[in-house]
């Protein structure tokens, strides 16, 4: 084999290793910028609590019993997930978790209300169902969102 052949097949080689590492590396970017699919479960967190008010606005109980049930039981994210938000909470994982409890605690209470069909306690009831996802959003979505997301977000 000619000396301009081997050089000529070494540079390729280079070649392809450098671009199997960039892919690699892109992957792994993208990894890191993914959002959660705790970001997923908060979007229908969000949108039934939209329905909720529409509910109220029609009057529709049923509706809002349906629907604050889901939120009382909304998904979990997956465990390699939820090992990576509890090791992100640290020190604060019972504060984290307890936010949650309050939210799962406060859409049942909504629920047993418009079982009741009692318009004033489910409003009532909503409000301090909006308390709790606020309380866990002032003290964690700006950390959480730095750590996961950093810059990327
Ligand atoms: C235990 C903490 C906690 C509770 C309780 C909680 N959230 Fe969240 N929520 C978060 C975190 C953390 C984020 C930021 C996630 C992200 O940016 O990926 C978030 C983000 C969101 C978003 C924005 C999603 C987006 O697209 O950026 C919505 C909407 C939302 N939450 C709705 C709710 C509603 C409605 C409730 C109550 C019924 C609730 N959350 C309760 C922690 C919580």
Same mark, same amino acid.
């Given at each position: 084999?000619? *000396?301009?052949?081997?050089? $000529?097949?070494?540079?390729? *080689?280079? +070649?392809?290793?450098?671009?199997?590492?960039?892919? /690699?590396?892109?992957?792994?970017?993208?990894?890191?910028?993914? &959002?959660?699919?705790?970001?997923? #479960?908060?979007?229908?967190?969000?949108?039934?609590?939209?329905?909720? #008010?529409?509910?109220?606005?029609? =009057?529709?109980?049923?509706? /809002? =019993?349906?629907?604050?049930?889901?939120?009382?039981? %909304? &998904?979990? &994210?997956? +465990? /390699? =997930?939820? /090992?990576?938000? +509890?090791? @992100?909470?640290?020190?604060?994982?019972?504060? @984290?978790?307890?936010?949650?409890?309050?939210? %799962?605690?406060?859409?049942?209470?909504?629920?047993?209300?418009?079982?009741?069909?009692?318009? %004033?306690?489910?409003?009532?009831?909503?409000? =301090?169902?909006?308390?709790?996802?606020?309380?866990? %959003?002032?003290?964690? $979505?700006?950390? @959480?969102?730095?750590?996961?997301?950093?810059?990327?977000?």
């Amino acid at each position: 084999m000619r *000396t301009a052949s081997i050089i $000529r097949i070494i540079l390729l *080689t280079g +070649l392809a290793i450098i671009a199997a590492s960039g892919q /690699v590396f892109a992957e792994t970017l993208a990894d890191t910028t993914e &959002p959660l699919a705790l970001r997923k #479960i908060m979007q229908d967190l969000g949108k039934n609590m939209q329905t909720i #008010i529409d509910g109220i606005s029609r =009057e529709d109980w049923e509706l /809002v =019993e349906k629907i604050a049930l889901q939120v009382a039981d %909304h &998904p979990q &994210p997956p +465990l /390699v =997930e939820k /090992v990576r938000i +509890l090791s @992100f909470a640290g020190s604060n994982v019972s504060k @984290f978790k307890g936010y949650d409890g309050k939210t %799962h605690d406060a859409a049942r209470v909504l629920a047993e209300v418009a079982a009741e069909k009692d318009g %004033h306690g489910v409003i009532l009831a909503f409000s =301090e169902l909006q308390n709790t996802c606020l309380a866990c %959003h002032e003290s964690f $979505r700006k950390s @959480f969102q730095a750590h996961f997301y950093g810059q990327f977000k």
